[in-house]
């Protein structure tokens, strides 16, 4: 009986090492915008999941992809479920900007570290114990903000009018703009608003052009962007026309068709890889982004949105063997020190930008990760 015990005692060891030794695959929860007013930002951002590697450090990664059609109850929905039921190690989402916010609340109360593809500055800022879980990939609005400004400072543009989204990204890019413009001496002559699953902005667009204003900015994303650009071209109006990096894709070009000729926006550098000098230090990350998704998709068919899921997979791909060697994935653990990897990410070059967090900074991007361009004979060209 007693050499039956110990080899039952042996037997158990060696199986517990084992298990001790074998990890759990890492789980990578996305929601996004496949669908929807947003799913001309959401679909590059799914098919560059597609293309994501499946290994990080030797150790396998799941993707389980969800869509939240544009919508924020989905989007907080989707989170919910990929934390409860397919106990991800990390959100990658959402899409959009309301969706972001809203996820907030779900990944810090979970502890569970999310990757934001959104634009707002407010995703990250001010920092709290909520957005302590949460970091993004695109280029604030703010750091946008002030290159449209430059630019219209440069043009001698002194009145502008600004139409935006009736949600938080038209609201957020009304404050960064509107606080930029205010130093630098633009008058800011309207304020309006639209939705964007609206198929008339005419109300909105006359009181524009009855401002006379050197310039308009709109502060939509996607397609829906396109409507009000249009309407004020087909009622005659000349002036400056500027986008925000919300529209930077192929799709929305096609909608807005000849009424984007000569529109100006901040971008990701991404969008122009081939055009960057090959002194810019982005170029090389940026252009091997373009290669892989062209040589899926089709030559012109890269955007700056699915861009933005590979640079979340690059931050991920820098943080996790770091957090490997602190706990398995699927623990408290493991999420808490995948965390505090990206938080320590430093100097990584990827498609948009060269990532410096810290504490206080989610995004950590400087300069280099913006460019401006304009929309000439139906596609982009870099703006020197």
């Known amino acids: 009986m007693k050499i039956k015990a110990s080899t039952a005692g042996l037997v158990a060891l060696l199986a517990a090492a084992f298990a001790a030794n074998v990890q759990a695959d890492i789980n990578v929860g996305v929601t996004l915008s496949a669908t929807g007013p947003a799913a001309s930002l959401g679909i590059p951002e799914k098919n560059t999941v597609a293309l994501l590697p499946t290994t990080i450090a030797g150790q396998k990664v799941n993707y389980i992809v969800l869509d939240d059609a544009s919508d924020t109850t989905t989007a907080v929905k989707n989170t919910r479920k990929l934390i409860a039921e397919n106990k991800v190690d990390v959100i990658i989402g959402s899409t959009i900007t309301p969706n972001s916010l809203a996820m907030i609340d779900v990944v810090a109360e979970a502890g569970t570290p999310m990757i934001a593809m959104a634009a707002s500055a407010r995703i990250i800022e001010p920092m709290d114990a909520k957005r302590y879980w949460v970091f993004k990939t695109p280029q604030n609005d703010a750091q946008m903000a002030t290159a449209i400004v430059e630019h219209m400072t440069n043009n001698n543009v002194r009145t502008v009018a600004y139409i935006g989204f009736a949600d938080a990204y038209g609201e957020g890019w009304w404050n960064e703009f509107s606080k930029i413009a205010e130093v630098r001496k633009i008058q800011i002559v309207a304020n309006e608003r639209f939705n964007r699953a609206d198929t008339s902005v005419t109300g909105q667009v006359l009181k524009i052009l009855a401002t006379k204003a050197d310039a308009v900015l709109i502060g939509g994303a996607g397609t829906p962007a396109a409507l009000p650009q249009k309407s004020l071209k087909e009622k005659g109006y000349k002036g400056i026309m500027y986008q925000t990096h919300g529209v930077a894709n192929a799709d929305f070009l096609r909608v807005c068709a000849k009424d984007c000729e000569g529109t100006f926006l901040p971008a990701g550098p991404v969008l122009v890889a081939a055009q960057l000098p090959d002194a810019n230090p982005i170029k ?83 300069q280099r990760a913006r460019v401006m361009v304009k929309v000439e004979g139906g596609s982009w060209k870099l703006v020197q």
Do not use: C, I
């Not at 990350?285 to 949105?305: H, I, Q, R």
């Not at 900074?361 to 400087?366: A, N």
């Open 284 to 366: 090389k990350a940026a252009l091997e982004y373009v290669g892989k998704y062209e040589a899926a998709y089709g030559k012109g068919s890269v955007s700056t949105f699915g861009a933005h899921a590979w640079d979340a997979s690059k931050l991920l791909a820098n943080a996790v063997p770091e957090a490997l060697k602190k706990a398995q994935p699927g623990t408290p653990e493991f999420r808490q020190a995948l965390r505090d990897g990206l938080e320590k990410t430093r100097n990584l070059t990827a498609a948009h930008g060269v990532f410096n967090m810290s504490p206080q900074d989610h995004l950590g991007f400087d």
